[in-house]
């Protein structure tokens, strides 16, 4: 089965509101867990990434900690913009592959 | 320094023809992987290339192959289309350093309608 859970969408939220999307992974060892962004009609983006536990990658106001207590690594943001508005996938290092979890849609209005 | 470029980014055909994409990694990168993107299935890895072999291989029917050529260039080729093979196909490269920490980037993708 799929070892990264992502959080279900689509998350609708109103400009300038609390962004959390919920991820968590199984895996044996520490592997690199990553946020990677897809806007419309586009490739992915990669957004931020945390390479062993406890470390925080961030970019463009986004946030996630690496949790090897709870395995998680859910992607936040302080005040989200229109802009913002996009799939958010994460994904976990694997033997030569990255593995995803199924996408959060998010939807910011004005 | 230049992103990943797929070509063609938009294609299609019809049932029980063949296609190629190519791919061409950021310069330096020597690993290739493709990913095939549906709405029902998400984003599921096909195969990685590293020095013109094969080393991974997701869980696809033999149909789909791919190669990587000495300048790390990448195609892949599906043969006997179906219609179950629309979709977006990414590719991405690496560094390839360690397998389990490598960022991989990704291309804009092409995007495959079969009919």
């Known amino acids: 089965g799929n070892s990264v859970t992502q959080m279900e969408g689509p998350v609708t939220l109103s400009e300038e509101a609390f962004l959390t999307i919920n991820c968590t992974y199984t895996?044996?060892?520490?592997?690199?867990l990553f946020w990677y962004v897809q806007y419309p009609g586009e490739g992915l983006q990669l957004l931020l990434k945390?390479?062993?536990?406890?470390d925080k990658g961030s970019n463009k106001g986004f946030e996630a900690t690496y949790r090897k207590e709870t395995t998680s690594f859910h992607l936040e943001k302080g005040s989200v913009q229109v802009s913002d508005s996009a799939v958010y996938f994460c994904?976990?290092?694997?033997?030569?592959?990255?593995?995803f979890g199924t996408g959060t849609l998010l939807a910011v209005q004005p | 320094k230049a992103g990943v470029t797929q070509t063609p980014r938009y294609l299609i055909k019809t049932r029980g023809q063949q296609v190629t994409l190519s791919c061409s990694p950021i310069s330096g990168h020597r690993s290739v992987s493709w990913y095939q993107q549906t709405p029902g299935q998400g984003l599921q890895f096909l195969f990685e290339y590293f020095s013109e072999t094969q080393r991974n291989k997701g869980n696809f029917p033999g149909r789909f192959s791919g190669r990587q050529f000495s300048n790390s260039r990448s195609e892949m080729n599906v043969s006997t289309l179906e219609l179950g093979d629309s979709a977006l196909y990414l590719c991405?490269?690496?560094?390839?350093?360690?397998?389990?920490?490598?960022?991989?980037?990704f291309g804009p993708g092409t995007r495959l309608l079969v009919l």
């Open positions: 991405a490269s690496s560094l390839a350093v360690d397998s389990f920490m490598e960022t991989q980037y």
């Open positions: 945390a390479t062993k536990a406890d």
């Open positions: 895996a044996t060892g520490y592997p690199s």
């Open positions: 994904a976990r290092g694997a033997t030569n592959k990255l593995i």
